[in-house]
């Protein structure tokens, strides 16, 4: 789950690993380049869970696919299932999905963009009055999102967004 801040953080300390292996010379650049990252990454994640705080997403269940599932835990939704790709969900669990989302009052069904077809999600959420949304699991997946942060406010921001309309729907 790249979006987690704290699956980034692993991540810069195994580039700047690396690059101190291949290069020892720069080693302290290297090391110092990757705890300003590191803590610029922290203090992100502390920006947005405030914000996902602020519009209370901790009361709202989500059924969301496999490949979200860690971020949108760390996001402070209820997650109640997840599911694997479209081409890989039988008819069977399709049903299953569908009859724990409903008895849970599921809220949205959050699909994975590089998990291709979304169809399976928007027939679930339809079936269950849920919202249903796609987020991604890199930056660059949607427009202006070539960096780690902006992917992780465009994500956040759908997020709010789908659950704001699934709340005014509810009236």
Do not use: H
């Amino acid at each position: 789950a790249p979006m987690v801040p704290d699956v980034q953080v692993e991540a810069i300390d195994k580039i700047a690993q690396a690059l101190s292996e291949i290069d020892s010379a720069n080693s302290e650049y290297y090391q110092q380049k990757a705890e300003q990252r590191k803590q610029a990454v922290l203090a992100k994640g502390e920006e947005i869970q405030s914000r996902l705080k602020g519009a209370k997403v901790s009361k709202a269940k989500v059924i969301c696919s496999g490949m979200q599932a860690e971020f949108v835990k760390w996001a402070g939704f209820d997650v109640v299932a997840s599911y694997g790709r479209p081409e890989e969900l039988s008819v069977a669990e399709l049903e299953g999905l569908i009859t724990e989302a409903k008895q849970a009052g599921v809220a949205l069904v959050i699909d994975n963009l590089q998990s291709g077809a979304t169809s399976n999600g928007e027939a679930i959420a339809q079936d269950i009055g849920a919202t249903q949304v796609t987020i991604s699991n890199f930056p660059g997946g949607f427009e202006n999102t070539e960096t780690w942060e902006k992917a992780v406010d465009k994500n956040v921001n759908l997020l709010i967004e789908a659950l704001n309309e699934w709340r005014q729907q509810r009236g």
